[in-house]
Each structure stands twice: as C-alpha cells, then as structure tokens.
C-alpha cells in the first residue's frame, strides 16, 4: 500500500531551466510533507518542508507547492544547476509516522 | 562532527547465515530508525526506536531483529528468515518532536546475498 507517489521515475533539464517534481499522495491525514535529496553511495538528507496549513514554501532555489484538494505536491527547482542532480524522495508524515515516495531521479544537463 | 554512521558500506552474506548492519549516531537524538530501499519502491520501515530498551516493527520487520541498549546504537541484524535479504539498509535519527526537521540519515550498507 504505497500512499505517497512519485510516478516518474526519472526527469532530464537543462542547465538553467526549471526542475519540476511531482509527488501524489493518498491518506488525506497526512499533515506535514518533505522533500529529500540523496546522491549516489549516501544517505539522504532533508531539503525542504511544507505544512498542510501551507500552500508554498520558498527556500532560494527551491519551492515547494501544495495541493490539497488534489493530494499533489511538487519540488520547483530554479535555476537548475548540475550539483541538482540527484534522487529526490517525497515524504508525508501523519502523527510521527513518515512515508516516502519511490523517487525521482534528476539529470540537470549542463 | 555529528551524524550517523552506519558500517560496514558493502556486506556480503551467504544464504543461512545472520549479519549484523551497524548504526552509531553522536546526535544525542532519541528516535532512531532503520529502512530499506529496493529499485523502484519508496522506504520501507523495518524497525524504530524511540528511547533506549524500547523498539517498534515497522512495516517490513519479518527476518530482522533490534537492539537499543545505548542511545547512540541501533543495530540491525538480518536473519536467515528474511527472504530476500539483497537491499541498500538506511539507518536515521530524529530528535523526539523533531520529525518535522526531517531525519538524518546515515550513508547506508549495501547487504548482497551470495
């Protein structure tokens, strides 16, 4: 039963475009969303949140939207630059419980 | 400098045989957690801890086993009973009431059956 979703596996932008990352998910309880970046042979590490109270969240380059009514979340990433690519996971959190998505793979071309 | 760190980075086992996956932060987090990740699936839980002497099952606990004797170590032990052992093993910490900052993670074991 996987409740949060990242249905393209992997994404390719040129250097300087802008990154879009979708995430879908399904338990409307979820109250709290993450998003992460992990290179190759490493851990992932926490690049930006965003509450269900919340719409947008901006952090330099990187802005985080929410959906609601559509359970759909995105990673706006602008300019991308080639250090972006990466896999990024999305993660939903419900009452200490957090969820990840299967990830998406970034290709930023220079 | 604090983190996770997680060894040995690659493991090889044989069929039958239990291995132990280590996992030592420096944090003085309380929650620590172990996943596992397989091409094409998001994390899946196995076990979490959120204070010492006390851990939960997570989603996939069948073949594995925990202790938390200290605050600073989670260790996972992969039995023979676990079917299909070959994996990338996540270990992460959160400080209690922290988990909206996100875990840390550590980089990872990659466990091969041979």
């Known amino acids: 039963d996987q409740q949060v979703k990242q249905n393209s596996p992997s994404l390719s932008v040129q250097e300087g475009r802008i990154s879009i990352l979708n995430c879908d998910y399904t338990?409307?309880?979820?109250?709290?969303f993450l998003w992460y970046k992990k290179y190759p042979a490493e851990g992932p590490t926490f690049l930006i949140s965003?509450?269900?109270?919340?719409d947008k969240n901006e952090d330099g380059r990187f802005t985080v939207f929410l959906n609601k009514s559509a359970k759909h979340l995105s990673l706006h990433i602008v300019p991308s630059q080639p250090g972006d690519s990466a896999v990024y996971f999305c993660?939903?959190?419900?009452?200490?419980?957090?969820?990840f998505g299967a990830g998406t793979r970034l290709t930023v071309k220079p | 400098d604090g983190g996770i760190t997680q060894s040995p980075k690659y493991l090889f086992r044989k069929e039958g045989q239990n291995v132990t996956l280590s996992c030592e932060q420096n944090?003085?987090?309380?929650?620590m957690y172990w996943y596992r990740q397989d091409p094409g699936q998001g994390l899946r839980l196995i076990y979490y801890?959120?204070?010492?002497?006390?851990?939960q099952k997570g989603d996939i606990a069948e073949g594995y086993s925990v202790s938390r004797e200290k605050k600073e170590s989670f260790p996972l032990t992969v039995t023979s009973a676990q079917k299909n052992p070959t994996a990338f093993y996540l270990c992460?910490?959160?400080?209690?009431?922290?988990?909206?900052?996100?875990?840390?993670f550590g980089s990872g074991t990659r466990l091969t059956v041979v």
């Open positions: 944090l003085n987090h309380d929650a």
């Open positions: 965003i509450s269900s109270i919340k």
């Open positions: 992460a910490s959160s400080q209690k009431g922290g988990i909206l900052r996100g875990y840390t």
């Open positions: 338990n409307s309880m979820f109250d709290y």
């Open positions: 993660a939903a959190i419900n009452n200490n419980d957090m969820r």
């Open positions: 801890s959120q204070i010492v002497n006390d851990f």
